[in-house]
């Protein structure tokens, strides 16, 4: 059974950074993708990043491209983000989920089948 646990949330001024952190147990194999998603408040949560563990092929929405960076440490089973020049409406949950059945990820839920607990980001102005 995959288990998946995000760490690194906080509170933040806009403009700074933070990393999160997402590690994975009971992947056996190179082959699976992980994607990070986010709720805001009030808001359905939202698919914005992923990656393809095995060859690091990374996608991102236009809302986040050039400011966050998801990169993972295969030989640790962690995948990471880094978010810079954070706004207020990065505000939201964090949660990160595993696709170990097709591999390839995507911005959909349905698209995964393990997933994290979630972490808070708060950024204030």
């Known amino acids: 059974e995959v288990q998946l646990v995000e760490s690194g949330g906080g509170s933040v001024q806009a403009g700074k950074s933070l990393t999160l952190s997402c590690t994975a147990s009971?992947?056996?194999?190179?082959?699976?993708?992980v994607g990070w998603f986010r709720q805001a408040p009030g808001k359905e949560r939202e698919g914005f990043s992923w990656?393809?563990?095995?060859?690091?092929?990374?996608y991102y929405r236009n809302s986040v491209k050039g400011r966050f960076t998801i990169s993972s440490d295969n030989s640790k089973k962690v995948v990471y983000l880094q978010m810079n020049s954070l706004k207020p409406e990065d505000t939201a949950v964090y949660y990160c989920?595993?696709?170990?059945?097709?591999?390839?990820?995507?911005?959909?839920?349905?698209?995964?089948?393990?997933w994290g607990p979630g972490t808070q980001v708060t950024v204030s102005s």
């Open positions: 989920a595993a696709d170990t059945f097709a591999r390839i990820g995507g911005f959909e839920e349905v698209f995964y089948d393990s």
């Open positions: 009971g992947v056996t194999t190179d082959e699976y993708a």
């Open positions: 990656i393809t563990v095995a060859d690091g092929k990374t």
